[in-house]
């Protein structure tokens, strides 16, 4: 048994112009459009303009980020560095608590860890404030 398959049709429709005798586009019943749109104000171009600032604006902003994560992943990296180093030197163990929760909040993007932490081992136990801090 052979079949015929006529595929003609199929391949000329998008070679057929648009139907004669249709004016305006085709609207469903209960479906109300705004005839006419409101006319964006300055020139055509001012939508493209915009888009293209906001654009340059949300890639200014994704640089500052992952340039702050990058500073974020290097400090971290070397606070781990002395934490290690403190134990073997037999630093004072509040200082390499304070260098771990300075690790930490670096690591989650939490500042207020490393704040409340530093606020709190002052007034408990006194300690002095050291340089080169977030």
Known sequence: ??????????FSIGRQGPQKGRTEPFIPKGVNFPIETEKPQGAPQ?????????????LRKAEEMYTTYQQNIKRAGTLRSEILKGLRAGEDPRAILLKAVECIS??????VIYSQSKKDLIEKYGMEERSGEQ
């Open 1 to 10: 048994m052979e079949l015929d398959l006529d595929f003609s049709k199929l």
């Open 46 to 58: 001012g939508r493209a303009v915009i888009k293209l600032q906001r654009e340059q604006e949300d």
């Open 106 to 111: 670096l690591m989650t993007g939490d500042t």
